[in-house]
């Protein structure tokens, strides 16, 4: 009977995204709801999981995607992602365009959410192809790759803080994992695939060209953008190597860890960003503070997408449902990785979003990861591989994509569809070479 409530529920799911069109979170709720039901789950306790499910997920998740977007946005608006993409031009020559392009997204990624960077940096790709006679597609998808690993794999981006949080990761670990996973998934993906893909001529449209190009000595210098948009990469990846080989009754363990914190790391940033690419420059507290007010109004629907997602997690639990569907799972002789994989893949194929994707997942695979052992840092990495698979028509960023380069059904399909299908490939083969050293 779980089994059947669950298929009902996730079909339910579907059809109210995709047939329906209703809002996400409205549609986790409806969810949750109605499989706590199917379940016989008292009336009152399927609200007190609900509450219990939205609590325990956005706690933690608020302060790390909103100080995150603060400094995305302060990245972007300052002009230091510009400087940054001139930078690395000018460092490795026209020949290597490409890989500086690459570089720029994956040093702007980290911090800044895909859709704020797709349409900041792909810009700039129109202006950088322009002045080097380059084919736009070769730049674009290194780039874009590069932006799609970061959104799939590294804290702070939504997915991966909030599967993160579902399965006890820690997120230092898999910030790190993430960056080992990702650097040869967008090499191949990105530069190695562009290779071979079939010739593609976009011509992108006059009003998707860059809104606002900074004049040269507009932009902050390159050590400063570099240093502000890295520095949270910096202290998390310094306190999680450093406190793994230091006692714990050091007397500076504890200050590590402290400064080492996700929170806490990005909180620095932000201060110091506000200094350095704000005040420094000219700019007034009012003014840095309107950035940061839109950053913030902008992952809104972001975060209570993810809430609803928690709240799905939580009738799983509560009800049972996850507890069964783990016994099922325990059964099969697949990796657990695998199985994750698989299954957010077939989520991501049917609702499009990697987001939803991710987070279905992980309320279905939740008891895999307690009782399997599986590293819960690689799991998080996993389904993040998995939900970037097979893009298409049902996908916003499709059309992001199709639009903004101007090209038909097919060239998207296989441009984007390809390179989105190269990073899960590649993303989980990743994981599965790097288990091995871990575990």
């Known amino acids: 009977m779980p089994l059947v409530v669950i298929s009902l529920g996730i079909l339910f799911l579907f059809l109210l995204i995709i047939v329906v069109r209703l809002n996400a979170f409205i549609a986790f709720i409806l969810v949750s709801i109605a499989i706590g039901m199917g379940q016989g789950m008292e009336l009152n306790a399927i609200v007190s999981s609900i509450e219990k499910g939205i609590g325990n997920t956005l ?9 995150g977007a603060m400094l995305g946005k302060l990245v972007a608006e300052s002009g230091a992602a510009q400087k940054i993409t001139n930078g690395l031009i000018a460092l490795f020559g026209i020949k290597n ?13 980290i911090t ?7 349409v900041i940096l792909v810009p700039l790709v129109f202006t950088v192809a322009t002045a080097t006679g380059l084919s736009l597609i070769s730049i674009a998808l290194p780039m874009l790759a590069a932006l799609s690993v970061t959104h799939g794999f590294l804290p702070p981006h939504p997915a991966p803080s909030a599967l993160s ?9 898999t910030l790190l994992y993430g960056i080992l996973v990702a650097i040869p998934a967008i090499l191949i993906s990105g530069p190695i695939l562009t290779r071979f893909i079939p010739k593609v001529e976009a011509k992108p449209l006059k009003e998707f060209m860059a809104s606002k190009v900074f004049e040269e000595e507009e932009l902050p210098s390159l050590t400063n ?17 450093i406190s793994s080989v230091m006692a714990e009754d050091h ?31 000219g700019n007034s507290m009012e003014g840095i503070m309107k950035i940061f007010g839109t950053a913030v109004s ?3 629907m972001v975060l209570l997408i993810i809430s609803g997602a928690g709240s799905l997690k939580q009738i799983l639990i509560d009800s049972g449902v996850s507890n069964y569907i783990g016994s099922l799972l325990e059964i099969s002789s697949m990796s657990p990785l695998i199985i994750a994989w698989l299954i957010a893949t077939l989520i991501r194929f049917s609702v499009g979003s990697a987001t939803v994707a991710g987070l279905t997942t992980a309320g279905i695979v939740l008891p895999l990861v307690q009782s399997s052992g599986v ?11 998995g939900s970037l698979m097979l893009s298409h028509v049902n996908d916003s960023g499709f059309w992001l994509f199709k639009e903004y380069f101007n090209l038909n059904i097919k060239e998207t399909l296989s441009t984007w569809t390809v390179m989105e299908t190269s990073i899960g490939i590649s993303g989980l083969l990743g994981v599965l070479i790097l288990e091995n050293f871990i575990s």
């Open 251 to 281: 007397f500076l363990y504890s200050l590590i860890k402290f400064i080492g914190n996700p929170v806490i790391a990005l909180l620095l940033t932000v201060l110091i960003g506000i200094y350095t690419l704000g005040i420094a420059r």
């Open 59 to 67: 706690g933690f998740l608020v302060m790390i995607l909103g100080l």
């Open 112 to 118: 800044m959410f895909y859709s704020v960077g797709f």
């Open 165 to 173: 949080v579902m399965f006890e990761a820690d997120l230092g670990k």
């Open 225 to 241: 953008s570099l240093i502000t948009a890295l520095l949270p990469v910096i202290l998390i990846g310094f306190s999680t190597l």
């Open 298 to 300: 902008g992952i809104t």
């Open 97 to 109: 365009t490409r890989t500086a392009v690459m570089l720029t997204g994956f040093i702007v990624g």
């Open 375 to 385: 590293s819960p840092e690689l799991m998080v990495l996993a389904i993040g591989s």
